[in-house]
Each structure stands twice: as structure tokens, then as C-alpha cells.
């Protein structure tokens, strides 16, 4: 597998679970009252801390991907 390639299954991954966690949120966390208007409901909040430990724990490997991948293009300097 070339570098290329698991750059892009690095974020395809990512991008995979990110949509299955906002599914999950919005199956769970949306309820509507008794005037008709959508409120969060008990499901919301658990799967909102999930998705805020996602992007805690992958905003420091998704920098430096980034990162080695401007190193990868030499851009040049000035």
C-alpha cells in the first residue's frame, strides 16, 4: 500500500465512523414535545461526549498526517 493510499484510508475511515456516530445522534437525540418542537432527547448527550472524545483523540494524529503530508510536497520556501 502506498503512502498515498493510506492517507486516503486514514480518512476515509474516519470520515466512515464520524457519519455512523452522527447517525447515531440523530436517531437518539432528537424527540419532539407536546407543542411540536424538537428538543434533545436522553440519547443526545452520551453520544455528543463520544463525538467530542473522537475528535479529541484523533485532531492530534489528523495534524500530523497533515503535517508530514506538506513535508511529502516540499513546498518551497518564500
Known amino acids: 500500500m502506498s503512502p498515498r493510499t493510506a492517507v486516503a484510508a486514514i480518512y476515509r475511515d474516519t470520515g466512515i465512523v464520524l457519519y455512523i456516530i452522527a447517525g447515531i445522534a440523530g436517531a ?42 506538506l513535508h511529502d510536497v516540499n513546498p518551497a520556501d518564500g
Open 28 to 69: 437518539t437525540g432528537a424527540t419532539v414535545n407536546a407543542a411540536g418542537q424538537a428538543v434533545p432527547g436522553p440519547g443526545a448527550i452520551p453520544v455528543f461526549i463520544v463525538l467530542a472524545l473522537w475528535g479529541l483523540a484523533t485532531i492530534i494524529p489528523s495534524l500530523a498526517l497533515t503535517a508530514r503530508r
